[in-house]
């Protein structure tokens, strides 16, 4: 026979257990009454709300609650007194120091030995990261919707621009073939960094490694994190120089060699300007004059395309020792923001 005593103890340990779980737990348990009034408090629930069990114990749950959402309680507690629970259903809650948390909540009645209801237990989980994760998917997703419409607008210009220039159906091919995958490279640094930007050193390396002899390729500049409209049209023009220079220009011919150079300078009124320049000196004046003599949609980029888009001015000079371009923007449309001040004073070069 199991004596008064062994069932208290019984009872006394299975309380025991239970107190240490709830206080264990990594989700808020927050116990209540009917009226609101809050009666047990773990650890967890402590860790995100910021009161501590004496300070939250004996206040009304309301204290948690931003004032407009305070018909939201009255609903739960309607419905704990009905002997009806509140499945898992996401909120907003208010923390000690004021500021909100998204949180997922069940409530579930209390009932006293003879089934009274007596009050409520209410589980609260942080869902602030999940919650953070969506805002960026969705970010990301009217960020690619944006980006996709306007690759088409750019893949649609160069066809038109191509096609008015070209008279052979293969090379109209090659040239458009060419001038998508330029896009595409662009696109892919711009996905491996979920549209926060790309640097301006791989931005380079990238369009112009199809080409080969990087040992006559010199970079040199601080280093800049570009933004998404930045990496898109510069790196069409550093597919445009390669290509020129690929067939007419410095990598066509022994001995010839491209330095790209840039830097940040402070203009009138205090403002901050990016300066590109590409250099190029090549082989013979014949090879230079076959370049200046096709003037098709890379000369286009270079000179409208490209600075249009960054706000900013370019020149393009054709002569018997080489090619150069220069690019003029604002430094705000060429960098990430919050990036580039602490960037632009760190060079490199290779």
């Known amino acids: 026979m199991t004596s008064y005593g062994g069932i208290f103890r019984q009872n006394a340990n299975a309380d025991a257990r239970l107190a240490a779980i709830v206080d264990s737990s990594y989700d808020a348990i927050i116990g209540k009454n009917l009226n609101s009034i809050i009666t047990d408090w773990n650890q967890a629930a402590e860790r995100m709300f910021g009161y501590s069990a004496e300070e939250a114990v004996g206040q009304s749950i309301l204290m948690l609650l931003p004032e407009h959402m305070h018909n939201e309680e009255a609903e739960i507690i309607g419905r704990i007194r009905r002997g009806e629970g509140v499945g898992s259903h996401e909120t907003t809650r208010k923390r000690k120091d004021g500021s909100l948390i998204a949180v997922s909540i069940t409530v579930s009645p209390i009932r006293n030995n003879t089934g009274e209801i007596i009050g409520a237990s209410q589980i609260a989980r942080d869902i602030s990261a999940a919650k953070e994760s969506e805002r960026r998917i969705r970010l990301l997703m009217r960020e690619v919707n944006h980006r996709v419409k306007n690759q088409f607008a750019v893949i649609l210009s ?193």
């Open 158 to 350: 160069m066809v038109r621009e191509t096609s008015k220039r070209s008279t052979d159906p293969r090379e109209f091919e090659e040239m458009i073939r060419a001038r998508i995958m330029a896009l595409s490279r662009s696109h892919d640094l711009l996905v491996t960094s979920e549209w926060a930007g790309a640097s301006l050193f791989d931005l380079v390396q990238e369009h112009l490694k199809p080409f080969g002899h990087e040992d006559r390729i010199s970079l040199s500049g601080p280093l800049l994190t570009l933004q998404s409209n930045a990496v898109q049209n510069l790196g069409m023009a550093f597919h445009e120089l390669g290509t020129n220079s690929s067939k007419y220009g410095a990598l066509a011919s022994e001995g010839g060699h491209i330095e790209i150079t840039w830097k940040v300078e402070t203009g009138p009124e205090a403002q901050r300007r990016f300066h590109l320049l590409w250099h190029e000196t090549s082989g013979t004046a014949a090879t230079v004059q076959k370049a200046s003599e096709r003037k098709g949609f890379g000369t286009v980029v270079l000179q409208r395309v490209a600075p249009q888009s960054l706000r900013g001015s370019s020149s393009l000079e054709r002569s018997p020792t080489g090619v150069k371009w220069t690019l003029d923007a604002p430094l705000e449309a060429i960098v990430v923001p919050q990036l580039g001040a602490d960037t632009a004073d760190s060079d490199f070069s290779v």
